[in-house]
């Protein structure tokens, strides 16, 4: 109140008619239709919503097959030096077989991939776990499934059965006693 | 939209009706332009809206009002200083009973007021504005603007004390 004593009388009420007429102005004729039509015309828009999900969702999709892809390239191309050695251990696979397959009850299996990863692993210099099942399936099936039979043998006991006793029949040598007809020389006279 | 959101259209018709012309005030009193007023009335409606579930809000017109502050001073802000000074405004303040010696200079006062609030910084001139409005109360202004009660009445009366010292400044210069 003391504010008001100190200005004059007419100063307070002619600052409250200049704010009154600060903001007085009604808003042109038919704001409200307008704001009407603008809500319809941006009910519009909203339909095309799903279309560009959809772009997104392909697009989203495609980015994602990319990298996969990337990431395969790469990590196929982590060694080439081992790519070679498989070529060489593939070959060998293959020269061998025939062998392999018509010996295939008599030789453990595993023995073979004993030989083909310590062989591999002269070539590489102590390969990474990754390394070998990239190897490994690099080798081809019949490698995946012998390694599964040797899982299995050496999972299984070797049973030791004693041999089949069977003695061998000797037939009695037989004396006959000598003609005395002397053979026929063939020298006829 | 959905076909809830259309059947609930004319509701939202007659919530355009209601609450424009407040909503229009306020932006104009942030922006002080008409044709930013609209833009930003017909904005804060479609915001509206489109958000949905508008029906469940408990006071639409303090919602309504808040987002028509801020797209109003966003809109401000973008645009820099008020260009208008709201000299169209005044032929509507001049009373009837006033000689037109005395309208002419209260009109010229008034024009050189509304000058001053426009160049007061605009944490004090929008408090002031939107209490000059008349139609909300404090509490509602400070719902607006996102502040304490008591911070908006200090604001609004730092402001009244500014413009009474430069009108009582121009009065004794004058006089």
């Known amino acids: 109140m003391k504010e008001h004593i100190d200005f004059e009388p007419d100063t307070e009420d002619l600052l409250d008619r200049a704010l009154a007429s600060y903001t007085p102005v009604s808003p042109w004729l038919g704001l409200e239709d307008r704001v009407r039509a603008r809500l319809s015309v941006s009910a519009q828009p909203s339909r095309r919503l799903p279309f560009f999900s959809w772009v997104w969702a392909v697009t989203s999709a495609f980015a ?15 060694a080439p030096q081992n790519n070679a050695t498989n070529r060489i251990g593939s070959s060998r696979i293959v020269a061998n077989s025939a062998e392999t397959e ?67 029949e000797i037939e009695p040598i037989q004396i006959k006693p000598i003609e005395e007809k002397p053979a026929d020389a063939g020298g006829a006279l | 939209m959905s076909d809830s959101a259309e059947a609930a259209r004319p509701l939202f018709d007659s919530l355009v009706e ?97 000058a001053c609030i426009n160049r007061l910084p605009e944490k004090l001139r929008q408090p002031l504005a939107l209490s000059a409005l008349g139609e909300l109360k404090l509490v509602e202004i400070a719902k607006i603007l996102g ?29």
């Open chain 2, 18 to 114: 209601r609450h424009s012309q407040l909503i229009y005030r306020i932006a104009l009193a942030v922006t002080r332009n008409p044709q930013d007023a609209e833009d930003v009335v017909q904005e804060a409606f479609l915001r509206l809206y489109q958000a949905g579930r508008w029906e469940q809000i408990p006071d639409i017109q303090a919602y309504l009002a808040r987002i028509a502050w801020r797209l109003a001073a966003k809109r401000k802000k973008q645009h820099g200083e008020i260009s208008i000074t709201g000299q169209e405004f005044l032929p509507q303040l001049v009373s009837a009973a006033a000689s037109p010696e005395d309208s002419a200079l209260d009109t010229q006062l008034e024009h050189w007021l509304h």
């Open chain 2, 147 to 175: 502040l304490p009660e008591g911070t908006v009445r200090r604001r609004v009366h730092t402001a009244r004390k500014i413009l009474r010292e430069q009108l009582e400044r121009r009065r004794g210069g004058t006089l």
């Open chain 1, 64 to 78: 994602v097959a990319i990298i996969l892809a990337l990431l395969l390239r790469s990590h196929l191309t982590i």
């Open chain 1, 102 to 168: 018509s010996v295939m009850n008599a030789v453990p299996s595993h023995s073979y991939l004993e030989r083909h990863s310590r062989s591999l692993r002269t070539h590489t210099h102590q390969p990474s776990q990754l390394q070998l099942i990239a190897q490994l399936l690099a080798s081809g099936p019949g490698a995946i499934a012998s390694l599964a039979t040797a899982e299995k043998e050496q999972q299984t006991p070797i049973e030791v059965k004693p041999l089949a006793i069977k003695p061998l």
